[in-house]
């Protein structure tokens, strides 16, 4: 079975600063798609970006992008000029071709200090 | 606008109880799913359904059930609720398709076990 792992449960940075938060997972499978989360205060669950693992090309979503390491098996977020609305919660989540399940790491949070 | 919406966003109630959760979506979606959060865990999936009178098991559906008789509900059953169930419950929604379709999240129902 697929898992993932987020190794940072919190993170802290001053407003403007660049973050990167980390996200490894395990699989046996060649196709698949990552997807990063974010989880504001408000409890909503919000897709922030999205690689196909077949793409080389890492996603890019205005200030967030991540780096696909794909024999690594890693796939960090970086957010680019934080602000104070990145406050939140952020899940790394894997599914697998075929499937249209998703499994999620344990998620860190992150504070954006002004 | 196409939505997704669970009802109540918040309940208590005892143990030992049926509870039934709504998950109601206006995006014409063939999948929904259903997850609960817990600290620690990230979210983890309970049951998922591809279509009309499709449904399949999750990682942690004992204690659970749920039916599909139309495109637009995915209802929630706790057939006996138990302390352990004490979540909170997150409905999702994505497109048929292959694989790798973005789930679209509800808000969540806070549901506290007595």
């Known amino acids: 079975a697929q898992t993932v792992t987020q190794s940072q449960p919190e993170m802290s940075v001053q407003e403007a600063e660049t973050v990167t938060l980390s996200c490894t997972y395990d699989?046996?499978?060649?196709?698949?798609?990552l997807f990063w989360y974010k989880q504001p205060p408000s409890r909503q669950m919000i897709l922030v970006i999205r690689?196909?693992?077949?793409?080389?090309q890492n996603a890019t979503e205005n200030r967030f992008s991540v780096n696909f390491q794909k024999a690594a098996k890693s796939f960090s977020l970086k957010i680019s000029d934080s602000q104070l609305g990145d406050t939140a919660m952020y899940f790394c989540?894997?599914?697998?071709?075929?499937?249209?399940?998703?499994?999620f790491g344990q998620g860190t949070r992150l504070t954006i200090n002004p | 606008d196409a939505e997704i919406t669970q009802s109540p966003r918040h309940k208590i109630t005892e143990t030992g109880r049926q509870v039934t959760l709504a998950c109601h979506q206006t995006?014409?979606?063939?999948?929904m799913f259903w997850y609960r959060q817990d600290l620690g865990h990230g979210l983890r999936l309970i049951h998922y359904?591809?279509?009309?009178?499709?449904?399949n098991k999750g990682e942690v559906s004992d204690g659970y059930s749920v039916s599909r008789s139309n495109t637009e509900d995915l209802p929630l059953t706790l057939e006996s609720a138990a302390s352990s169930q004490t979540s909170v419950y997150f409905c999702?929604?994505?497109?048929?398709?292959?694989?790798?379709?973005?789930?679209?999240f509800g808000p969540g129902t806070r549901l506290l076990v007595l």
């Open positions: 995006w014409n979606h063939n999948n």
């Open positions: 989540a894997f599914m697998g071709q075929g499937a249209q399940k998703l499994v």
């Open positions: 690689q196909e693992a077949y793409k080389q």
């Open positions: 359904s591809y279509g009309v009178h499709d449904t």
């Open positions: 699989t046996s499978e060649n196709n698949y798609y």
């Open positions: 999702a929604s994505s497109e048929a398709g292959g694989s790798g379709e973005t789930q679209y």
